[in-house]
């Protein structure tokens, strides 16, 4: 499997797992993941961390932190150099080796790996209270729960529209049932025409894209992802003859953060204007 399809699934994985208790707030922070950088700089803690991974890039700020690992492993040499008092793991996106050897090491350890739209506000409070943010932190957790609840409810009475989301186009795949993206489609009243895939993240046909005739394909705007398969070949399918095939960011729909809101309401946009 290509290395843009696995970088892909592991942004999808994103509840609390493990909490863990500080005898004061931290102020050295390493960050394992896109999503907790950003996070920790939505609370007003972005200057405590002191090293993240590859792909953690928002806010502009975040480009400057050094990186010590991305995908392929963490080097645990220099998390043992920077002496953090605290690590933001990410349980589904690094190696549990480097997990257990961070551990055994003896640094405080937090999994941050939120699992649902929900949860992303619990992982901010739990954040706020571990970096001596706690007023901040609840305040954006709470205004990211309002909005949500905002978006299901503005969503909740329109009508249903057929959906093909294309996690990535060779191979071709999709999202199922218990996928973060389903989350968000179903925020949005979508009826994801592989919701019931035997996977969470199937690979699938052109031929049976076909069959599902989506009046909505929706892609990431990963280059590699849009270039990768010719839709206009497929006139048959609804979304394709009506020109219903939008490009979305990516960052916006994969990652466990404040930002998802907009990638829900992006998604919610694409969908009325096939409804329209």
């Known amino acids: 499997m290509q290395h843009s ?22 102020k050295r922070v390493i960050a394992l993941s896109p999503h907790s950088v950003e996070m920790l700089y939505a ?65 405080k350890v937090f999994d941050s790996d939120p699992k649902t739209l929900e949860a992303v506000a619990d992982e901010l409070k739990a954040l706020g209270e571990l970096t001596g943010n706690k007023a901040q932190a609840n305040r954006v957790g709470d205004e990211y729960l309002t909005q949500l609840a905002k ?41 994801n025409v592989y919701i019931d895939a035997a996977s969470d993240y199937p690979q699938v046909s052109l031929e049976s894209v076909l069959l599902k005739m989506p009046e909505v394909i929706l892609q990431s705007q990963d280059e590699g992802n849009v270039l990768g398969v010719d839709w206009n070949k497929w006139q048959e399918i609804p979304a394709v003859k009506q020109q219903h095939i939008y490009q979305l960011n990516a960052d916006l729909l994969h990652r466990a953060a404040p930002r998802a809101l907009l990638g829900v309401n992006a998604l919610c946009e694409a969908l009325d204007k096939a409804r329209k």
């Not at 609390?16 to 500080?22: D, E």
């Not at 200057?47 to 400057?64: G, K, N, R």
């Not at 959906?163 to 989350?183: C, D, E, G, H, R």
């Open 5 to 26: 399809v696995k970088r892909l699934l592991v942004a999808m994985v994103c509840f609390l797992s493990v909490s863990v208790a500080v005898a004061a707030p931290a």
């Open 43 to 107: 609370i007003g803690a972005g200057e405590t961390i002191v090293a993240t991974t590859d792909h953690a890039d928002f806010p502009a700020a975040a480009l400057d932190i050094p990186r010590i690992g991305g995908y392929h492993g963490v080097q645990i040499e220099r998390v043992i150099e920077l002496n953090p008092d605290l690590v933001l793991v990410w349980g589904s996106g690094n190696k549990a080796e480097d997990i257990d050897r961070i551990k055994s090491l003896g640094f």
């Open 151 to 191: 978006l299901r409810k503005d969503n909740l009475a329109k009508q249903k529209v057929k959906v093909f989301y294309q996690l990535w186009s060779t191979p071709l795949m999709t999202v199922a049932k218990n996928s973060w993206i389903q989350q968000i489609i179903d925020v949005c009243h979508g009826d």
